[in-house]
Structures are given as C-alpha cells and as structure tokens.
Antibody, heavy 118, light 111 residues
Framework: EVQLLESGGGLVQPGGSLRLSCAAS????????MSWVRQAPGKGLEWVSTISRNGGRTYYADSVKGRFTISRDNSKNTLYLQMNSLRAEDPAVYYC???????????WGQGTTVTVSS | QSALTQPRSVSGSPGQSVTISCTGT?????????VSWYQQHPGKAPKLMIY???QRPSGVPDRFSDSKSGRTASLTISGLQAEDEADYYCCSYAATYTSWVFGGGTKLTVL
C-alpha cells in the first residue's frame, strides 16, 4: 500500500525551529518529486515547497523562501522540511505529497500540525 | 503569485451536474496544461481527482471531468451524489516561476 506518514509537528515559539519528516512506503520513493503543502486553520491549501527526485533541485513559495529548507534521503525513503524563524502566519497542517510527471500531487499523507505560539 | 480564483460555494441536488471554475493568469492556468483538482472532506487529507486534462487516478469515477478555456479551468461533477459534498481545490503549475498555486477552494453542497 502506498503510504506517506508525516511527523515532527508540534508547538514552537515565534522565531523557533522545527523539522518535519515524511516517511514513504509502498512505492519507489526515488522515482517521485515530493512536495509540502500546508493548510492554515479554516483556510485553503497553500503550496510550500517541492524537491526533485534526486534532491538536486528545490523550489519554494515566496512566503517561506530563506526560512524553510526541503530535503530528502532516498536511502531512507524520507522527505524533510526544516522550518526556521517560524512566524505567526506559519501555523498549519503540513502535508507531504508525491508530485508526478504532470505536476500533480497524487498521494498525500495525513498531515502534521504546526502551532506557533509564545 | 496570487491564488487562483474559485467560487466560494456551489450547490446541486442529487443526480444533477455542477461546474466549479478556476481562473488564473497566462503564467499559470492560461499558459500550461498542468491544472489539477483535489477533493477534501472535513478533517481529511486532500485527494487528487483530475490532472493533465481529464486524467483520473484509479478509483475516481468518470462523473468527474474537467476542461479549460484560456485562463479558466473548470471541474464538472455529473450525477451528483451525497458523498461528493466536500471542498474542491484547483491547482496549477506555473512554469514561469517554477511554482505551484492553488485556488481558494470551493465548498460543494449536495442539497
């Protein structure tokens, strides 16, 4: 069964850091680009970042550029999102998703919740 | 990159058809055929419904179809069923900026 399982969410103070992980199983992880998408409470979906299959190319939304870093370890079938300098506008459920050849996000995890509060 | 424009809500009775529009710019929807549509039930993760001009992942019924004209993409759901009640989001890859942009979401109510 194709599965993505996010972890690492939690409560962090403004300006703090958090690292999210996304463990993949049931498919060839290295064959897919991967993305992070977030959803603030009661709001819509927002694309955050995407990484190529071998990790050589990374892309970020302007809202997180310079603060967040996406990476992957294909030997561990795991995707990461390092989030630094967290702000009041970053709280959300963060989803990881496979990103296919047609730039669509076809498999999603269940999400992990990030809360930013002092 | 501004969010794509979707109606906040649409509704229809069981068996009817509804269409959800998604308007962007020439840098995203209008410039490329990389629009995808997602269904999200409350408290659940989004689910890919359509991509690459009417490609449906396995298990998505053919009641779901899409189209595009210029800068506007549309999702049509025919033969509405109670389980179709959900939020729907469009998303476009914007090659110019190597980024993705979502629509604000549309709440579908099945009357």
């Amino acid at each position: 069964e194709v599965q993505l399982l996010e972890s690492g969410g939690g409560l962090v103070q403004p300006g703090g850091s958090l690292r999210l992980s996304c463990a993949a199983s049931g498919f060839t992880f290295s064959s897919y680009a991967m993305s992070w998408v977030r959803q603030a409470p009661g709001k819509g979906l927002e694309w955050v970042s995407t990484i190529s299959r071998n990790g050589g190319r990374t892309y970020y939304a302007d809202s997180v550029k310079g603060r967040f870093t996406i990476s992957r370890d294909n030997s561990k079938n795991t995707l990461y999102l390092q989030m630094n300098s967290l702000r009041a506008e970053d709280p959300a459920v963060y989803y990881c998703a496979t990103t296919n050849y047609y730039y669509a996000m076809d498999v999603w995890g269940q999400g992990t919740t990030v809360t930013v509060s002092s | 990159q501004s969010a794509l424009t979707q109606p906040r809500s649409v509704s229809g009775s069981p068996g009817q058809s509804v269409t959800i529009s998604c308007t962007g710019t020439s840098d995203d929807v209008g410039g490329f055929n990389y629009v995808s549509w997602y269904q999200q039930h409350p408290g659940k993760a989004p689910k890919l419904m359509i991509y690459d001009v009417s490609q449906r992942p396995s298990g998505v019924p053919d009641r779901f179809s899409d189209s595009k004209s210029g800068r506007t993409a549309s999702l049509t759901i025919s033969g509405l069923q109670a389980e179709d009640e959900a939020d729907y989001y469009c998303c476009s890859y914007a090659a110019t900026y190597t980024s993705w942009v979502f629509g604000g979401g549309t709440k579908l109510t099945v009357l």
